[in-house]
């Protein structure tokens, strides 16, 4: 009596262990974040000289950093199985994996996509890996993934 060889049945991972990291644009970006604050800079003196106001130039400095205040500031993060967390000037902010639907691997990072968002990229949130980018890859795939429907699994590579 023959039999079949017995399938072998790969061994269920287990979560990977939390990762936290600090990530400062400004101090991360070395001469090109530098160079991005000096044109910053010439922009608010241009309009400055153009307009001949002061009050124009800190309209343009206001405007400025408004769009641009987390290049600025240091940001802590913080992956674990309850979610993502953020805090930023001492306010955290947890965001649990199920809001999240898919994941964008980006350049410097991934991008989260909120469950039910409408207008694509509009609503999610952008983690910037840093040094930790197997962590977060690992971290991402992992809870992402968990009870998922096989279609609708949005794991990725690590590898580049």
Not at 39 to 56: D, Q
Not at 134 to 140: G, H, I, N, S, T
């Amino acid at each position: 009596m023959s039999t079949a060889p017995a399938a072998s049945v790969a061994p269920r991972r287990g979560p990977p262990p939390p990762v936290s990291w600090r990530s400062w644009p400004l101090e991360e970006g070395g001469l090109s974040a530098w160079m991005l604050s000096a044109v910053a800079v010439s922009m608010i003196v241009a309009v400055g000289l153009t307009t001949g106001s002061v009050e124009w130039a800190l309209i343009a400095c206001g405007v400025l950093a408004a769009s641009a205040w987390r290049f600025f500031v240091p940001t802590h993060y913080e992956l674990n199985a309850q979610g993502v967390l953020q805090e930023v000037f001492g306010r955290q902010r947890r965001i649990a994996w199920r809001a999240f639907e898919s994941a964008e691997p980006c350049c410097e990072g991934v991008y989260l996509r909120f469950a039910g968002a409408s207008f694509g990229l509009s609503r999610g949130m952008y983690i910037p890996w840093g040094s930790h980018r197997a962590e977060v890859v690992a971290c991402v795939d992992y809870y992402l993934t968990q009870g998922r429907q096989p279609d609708r699994v949005y794991g990725f590579e690590i590898g580049r």
